[in-house]
């Protein structure tokens, strides 16, 4: 244990030697040589600049050199060595810290295969920044026509949003991604205005007109290091050139160095032109334009005091049309510009030509100093939360966890990190890590603080691992976290008091066995904590341990008084409320904005955009499937369309919209909006991410846990309340006809609404029941006195419910296969006249639960399920009992806290007796049928089953 601390001590050093190599130096600049071995870099000898490994900017790929034949003096020593990715992840990413959020940044990477891996293949693969796509190099195209020694230089100019930027090589399956050097360039924030957060800018070309000398202009001449390719005076253009200083304006937007404004072209001819040529490439990656949009920057300036009467004026044509329609006259000396803001474009495959020609009025030929043309690519995808980002990344670094954990966590979609689950947005907002699971990764050391910062977690697996030390009680401080799977560690210490909080709520589900050192039962806590103590001991200055347990007595001391201070406010307050009172204002806020959106008619176009072209299925019904979406703002939604081969699901599906747009209750699926668009419709509701109550209570639900008793009574209670409210809130009342637990869904709070609207019925007549033609309902649920008479009323939702809670008791299905179908009400009513009244409980429940609750609660199942409707109890009646049963658990749950520990499968609750409820079963039942017709009822049903039900 006492490694712990030093080890950590000593990784956060050598990262922080890392972190220091991987900085910029002190202009700002990053210079990466990638692929060269060892760990010391180098200054160029042309720009003085000092170059650096890999070390700190990535962890996958190995090093290189090109083939020999190809270091030659005329290659630049940056392209000898390479770092490729073979046998690595699909994508590799180099990570460039300490930068500035909001800046703009020019990024250059450089690529030389020069047949370094000797397969003679060079390679198709991606560029990404960040998350956004920018770039597909195609080496096959470039070596074929210059040689497989050419460099290919990509440059782009980006606004960087967080205070890092990633460079991501992605292998499309088409060779294996490398790169040959990376560098980083600070730029001013005021310059190149086209490149914005929405936008980057791509480099196509940039080219200095009529250099003195062959060479680039680069750094130090250019402050920014851009690199200034030379361009010759071709047979028909001459040069002109001055020694004196060319200005930039006051608000210059490019900071043009001097040295490429001193030199420009101009035609021999004066009535020709200085041009420029460029191929549109195509990039098929942006699906959302694939033709390409072109910014360019023309840069002029006079380089000669002109004869008295002599005018020199400029006309810009591209395609032959006036691109600026009126001429212009650039100062003596002064730097004058001509740029578009907004790209333009042509057809995917199209030849640019530019042309600079003198004007009408003009008596001496045009000229141009230098040019730059850009291709704009899209940057508006948001990578993940940035807090999210750290954490994990912090967790990565701490657990060494490399699978293909490299940029960003979960963008994009294809590329999200294994063992994350992430909840993504239209493109409001971030995506954010909503599970983590590690379990069975070989985890070592504590568990990480960083865990407790990934806010929107629901789920966190870190089972069977070899994690020692406490369990942080910040875990508790985790608003959505709903399973917490800390079984097979060696984790020691007791279960924190937040945590347990949370697991009485019923808003936690943790997992912790075998744990041989954990406390769940007070014995074998105290020999496993001597046996760490000692350890202690040895390196613990015994009066420092003196304070600190006399601190730690006082702090204790008046915890203990505020708990119970605490405690008393919370017997005033009602238990409902303290029940829902954990969840972030963050999931507050979501619902707020679904209430606003409510009955919001779509267009079939809009739900392609909010389902992203109806990727993801949730589900699927018998009007057709139903889709994941986000709405604008962020909101998840679930879109149910029908599908066009159902054409009597018109009805239904009309039925349903109008019942939604009319009625609002909390515990029903409240519906944002729906689409009657041509022949789509379709129905967008909130989303309910724990899926239905079915999944749950056959143990299949996402994160396989088993609903406690609590739990199971609130999600009894709230989906009586939204049946009460069809029945008695609504004017006409309204029949849902197929109650089920597939039609009862749960949100991230496991809170309970009932669904699928599509078969309800409103009553039209005061007799209280309507005929129809055709029996609707779903076996195993079906009222039999409907089935009977074909005449659905309330009470046949009552019987469905019945049903539904013997399925939340027994935590079997409506129908049992085994040993012969039968009807889960008939075959508990089997049990029970038998005597054996044990197998009607989940035993999964571990006997940790009220029995008088479960026991009222069997009792309102079987009153539910009278084959007389006239029997049946009404929903306001089954709502008055559930709140009940409520208030017994809750007395039960207290039981258990007052002993200090609270842990399922415990033995805890094995001192209420099954047989002391047999003997006492009348008293019980006279207790609990307050409300209900005649307690006969229950006798007749109870003592004698009968037939009736398998009708
Ligand atoms: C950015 O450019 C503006 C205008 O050219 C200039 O005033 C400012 O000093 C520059 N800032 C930096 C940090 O170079
Ligand atoms: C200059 O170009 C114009 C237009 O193309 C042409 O008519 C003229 O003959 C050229 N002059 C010379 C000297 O080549
Ligand atoms: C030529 O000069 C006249 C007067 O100065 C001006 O109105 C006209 O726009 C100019 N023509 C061109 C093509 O710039
Ligand atoms: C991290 O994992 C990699 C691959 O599993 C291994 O090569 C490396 O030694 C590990 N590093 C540490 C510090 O454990
Ligand atoms: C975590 O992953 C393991 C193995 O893939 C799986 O068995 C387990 O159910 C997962 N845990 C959760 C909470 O989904």
New binding site residues.
Partial sequence: MAAGPWLLLLCLAAGAVLQARAQPDSKGFISIDCGLSGNTGYVSETTKLSYVTDAGFIDAGTNHDISDEFMTEYVDKLSYTARSFAGAGVRNCYTLRSLVSGNKYLIRATFTYGNYDGLDRPPVFDLYIGVNYWYTLDFRYLTKYYGIDEVMVKEAIVVVPDNFVQVCLVNIGDGTPFISSLELR?L????YPQATVAQGLSLDSRLNFGPMTSDIIRYPDDPYDRIWDPEYAKLIWTEITTTQKVR?L????F?VPSAVLQTAVMPLNASKSVWLLWDSEPTPKHDRDPTPGYIIILHFAELEVLPRNAVRELIVLLDDKPWFTTGFTPGYLYETVAYNTIPFTNNRDHLYMLDVVASGNATLPPYLNAAEVFSVFPTTDLGTDSQDVSAITAIKLKYNVTRNWMGDPCVPQTMAWDRLTCSYTVDSSHPRITSVNLSSSGLNGDISASFTKLKAVTHLDLSNNNLIGSIPDALSQLPSLTLLDLSGNQLSGSIPSGLLKRIREGSLNLRYGSNQDLCSNGNSCQTHSKKNNKLTLYIAVPAVLLVVIVLVTIILIWFLKRKKKGSMDNSITPQNETITSHPTANVEANYGSLRRLESRRFTYKELEKITNNFQQVLGQGGFGYVYNGFLEDGTQVAVKLRSHSSNQGVKEFLAEAEILTRIHHMNLVSMIGYCMDGEYMALVYEYMSEGTLQEHIQGSNRSGACLSWPQRLRIALESAQGLEYLHKGCNPPIIHRDVKATNILLNMKLEARIADFGLSKAFTGNDHHVSTNTLVGTPGYADPEYQATMQPTTKSDVYSFGVVLMELVTGKPAILREPVPVNIIRWARQQLAQGNIEAVVDGRMGGDYDANSVWKVVDMALKCSAYSSMQRPTMTDVVAQLHECIQLEIGHVEDYANTGFYTHGSNNGQNMSYDSYTTDQSSIVSKTTTGYETEQNLRRVTIHPTNQVAR
């Fill in positions: 600070p001013n924030r005021t310059h930039n006051d608000n210059d937007l900071g």
